[in-house]
């Protein structure tokens, strides 16, 4: 007879996120995307978000906004677009429980964004506050970027797993990740482990 022992009660589960860079994983990376004409979704990204969800994952895009620091474009026109890229994912089935992002620049900032924040990955600031906000579990928490800052963040947030879609960082990062060739390769690795 199993005693149970060691299991957690019901109860004591915290959910769990799928943690996603926007530019490089979510949209093809464009430069600075700000403009409904100019997003294209990355082959995997609906099937890979549907399922997450099936699988008890909060879905929470976590994205540095230089754009928005060097003054390409304003808040407000992340936040549209935003409410267009959530009613596309909607269509195909996929809701998103966060978008967090940080418009801050330590360097290339203009006036009130020139500044360090803990939400600009490497930071791990908007993965904390997805924790505080939703209740999920870091360490069973896993992260999806295409750039050795999400990777970084992603390792000292103490996530389960971290990819590296391939592409952007040629030379590899330093930490702890798996790199992958497509955003099916994380989909396979969610559906292994349940």
């Given at each position: 007879m199993n005693s149970g022992a060691g299991v957690?009660?019901?109860a004591e589960i915290k959910p769990r996120a799928?943690?996603?860079d926007r530019d490089g994983v979510v949209n093809v990376e464009v430069g600075y995307l700000h403009r409904v004409e100019d997003v294209r979704f990355v082959p995997g990204i609906f099937s890979l978000c549907r399922t997450a969800m099936g699988l008890g994952y909060r879905l929470v895009v976590v994205t540095n906004q230089a754009g928005i620091a060097r003054g390409f474009y304003t808040e407000a026109d992340f936040e549209a677009l935003m409410v267009w890229m959530r009613g596309a994912l909607r269509v195909e089935g996929v809701e998103l429980d966060a978008v967090y992002h940080?418009?801050?620049?330590?360097e290339h900032g203009v006036g009130e964004y020139r500044r360090e924040h803990e939400d600009r990955k490497p930071g791990t600031g908007m993965l904390r506050r997805a924790a505080r906000e939703f209740g999920v579990s870091l360490a069973d928490s896993v992260m999806v970027g295409d750039r050795c800052s999400d990777i970084a963040a992603a390792n000292s947030a103490g996530l389960r797993e971290a990819f590296l879609v391939a592409g952007t960082e040629g030379a590899g990062c330093g930490g702890r990740y798996l790199a992958?060739?497509?955003?099916?390769?994380?989909?396979r690795w969610l559906l292994e482990r349940g």
């Open positions: 957690k009660p019901r799928l943690f996603l940080c418009p801050y620049h330590p992958v060739r497509d955003l099916g390769e994380v989909e």
